[in-house]
Structures are given as structure tokens and as C-alpha cells.
């Protein structure tokens, strides 16, 4: 919102503590707004858009506060702060009077509704769980739509599940799944195992790579690399030529390429290649700890 500076923010700073008496006040603030004519709002929202009035958008986003109470309020079950809900809101109402059109005739309040819930929306599905649950758009929508058409807190049944998918455009199982990822609540990792010492989260296996192992891996790779650079330099001319652009290069060739490019037959470039092979594993054998690495690389 780099359009609005602090004029733009005075509406929504009421909003930002939890505490009873900043929220009132940011309430009293909201309803002591006039209500614009159409005329009113039309010469605020041309000033902003023409001359860039932060003054006039000041006052649009002030007399649309109460809509943005009432809205927040229709998301009060999802047991977020109502504050936390007001100044999400409120954004989403900035955002609307920066975008907002005067010249194609439609009110303010008719175009602000998308943007207000949209950025309620947005806040619920990130905070209403620790780990997010609908990971894409039809189940972002079904997360509030649920909630709307389920006539209880129960979950649901495959007969329900069906019925649902048919009004949404789904399939049982996206019902079903969204239903009781919404149903469940959050169990915190640090939660005490009963009757055990110990949190859940110990009970969590580590799969991130061990640092010993990777370390060691990455020796062995460096070692691999400097033993077969040795081996390289005791195969004569053709035959490094041969293992370099057979194994060794970005674009490996074929053997019919190297047959035309060597200018011998297609077997003879087999045969330097696996003469080339073998010595380069008895070399890297010849070495100390040579044998093990060799398998790997050769």
C-alpha cells in the first residue's frame, strides 16, 4: 500500500491492540462517520484518482468503516479476534478505494464488499490453523461454505458428504476430507506424552540428512574426483578422448559419433572404451582406499 501513507492509517490504528477500550473507541470512531451521497462519494473519489487527495480517500475509507464491521462480524464462529478481523478488513477497504473507479458509475460499497471479504478471507485461512488446510482454490471455498450449509457441529456422513458435493461441484471425498480438517483441532508438538517423560514432538523422527554422513559423502566425492583426474592422465590421447566425451561431458557422445570423428569403426571405439575402463579401475584400485571408491565411480 505504498499509496498510503499515515493519513491512510488512522482508521485502521484503533484496530491493531486487543484491548476493549482501543476497539470501542475505533467503533465510536467508525460510526461517527457521515453517510456520502452518491454525489458526495463521486467528488471524493475523482479528487483522490485525479489529484491524489489523500484527504478525500481518508474520508471514503472513514465512512466505509461500518461496512467493514458488519461484515467482520458474519466471521465471529471462527474464533479469531474481532479486532484481528476489523483490521484485515479495513486493509481490504484501502485497497478498494485505491482501485476504485469513479468513472465507470457503480457506489464504492458495491466494490468494496469483494475486497473486504477477500482480505478477511485471506487472514482467516492463514491464522484459523497452525498448519494450513485448503490448499487450493475449491477447497479455500469450501472452508467457508461448509460451514454455511452443515446444519450441525457433528461430521459428516457419506449420505451428507454426497449431497454436498452435488451443490458445490465436487466429490464426496473433497467434502469429507475438508470437513474433518476442519472438525479436528491443533494438538501442539510441545504437549507432555502421558505418563512419559517427553514431549510429542520427540516422538517425531528426524529425516533431515545426518551432518556426519554428508559430510563424509562429500570427502568421498572430492576423493572420487581426484583419483579418477590420476587415472585420466595414464590413459594415452584416444582413449582419455573417448572417456571424457563418452562420461565426462555435458553432451556425451555416441559411439557412432566418436567411429566418424575418430575415423575407425563403431566396435573399435567399444573395445578402447572398455580397455580404457579397466585401467582406469585397476589404477583407482592401486590406490589406498582405491577399491571401495572405485565401484562408485567406475
Known amino acids: 500500500m505504498t499509496a498510503y501513507p499515515v493519513a491512510l492509517h488512522r482508521s485502521s490504528e484503533l484496530t491493531r491492540a486487543e484491548g476493549g477500550d482501543s476497539f ?16 458526495e462519494e463521486q467528488e471524493l473519489a475523482t479528487r483522490f484518482k485525479r489529484d491524489n487527495d489523500l484527504d478525500a480517500a481518508h474520508q471514503l475509507v472513514h465512512a466505509y468503516l461500518r461496512l467493514v464491521l458488519k461484515i467482520a462480524r458474519e466471521y465471529g464462529n471462527y474464533h479469531l479476534h474481532m479486532p484481528d478481523l476489523v483490521q484485515e478488513g479495513t486493509v481490504g477497504l484501502m485497497h478498494a478505494v485505491k482501485k476504485f473507479d469513479p468513472s465507470l458509475g457503480n457506489r464504492l460499497s458495491s466494490y468494496a464488499v469483494w475486497w473486504i471479504r477477500a482480505s478477511i478471507h485471506e487472514f482467516i485461512l492463514n491464522s484459523w490453523r497452525m498448519v494450513k488446510i485448503a490448499t487450493t482454490q475449491l477447497k479455500r471455498q469450501l472452508f467457508f461454505k461448509l460451514r454455511q450449509a452443515k446444519d450441525s457441529s457433528l461430521p459428516l456422513n457419506w449420505e451428507e458428504a ?3 458435493a452435488r451443490k458445490f461441484g ?9 470437513d474433518g480438517r476442519m472438525s479436528g483441532s491443533d494438538t ?5 506424552i502421558l505418563e512419559e517423560d517427553g514431549e510429542i514432538i520427540d516422538l517425531i523422527p528426524d529425516r533431515r540428512p545426518n551432518q556426519e554422513h ?11 574426483r581426484d583419483m579418477l583426474r ?11 578422448m573417448i572417456i571424457t566425451e563418452r562420461f565426462l561431458s555435458e553432451r556425451q557422445q555416441t559411439l557412432d559419433t566418436l567411429s ?11 573395445q578402447i572404451e572398455k580397455r580404457a575402463l579397466e585401467k582406469l579401475k585397476a589404477f583407482m584400485e592401486s590406490l589406498p582406499d582405491g577399491r571401495e571408491l572405485a565401484l562408485e565411480t567406475v
Open 24 to 39: 470501542r473507541q475505533f467503533v465510536r470512531h467508525a460510526f461517527q462517520a457521515p453517510i456520502l451521497t452518491a454525489e
Open 162 to 164: 454426497e449431497e454436498l
Open 170 to 178: 465436487t466429490d464426496p471425498s473433497t467434502i469429507l476430507e475438508m
Open 188 to 192: 501442539s508438538l510441545n504437549q507432555s
Open 214 to 224: 554428508l559430510c563424509i559423502a562429500h570427502e568421498q566425492k572430492n576423493r572420487q
Open 230 to 240: 590420476q587415472g585420466l592422465n595414464h590413459l594415452n590421447p584416444r582413449e582419455r
Open 260 to 270: 566418424t570423428t575418430l575415423a575407425i569403426s563403431r566396435e573399435r571405439v567399444r
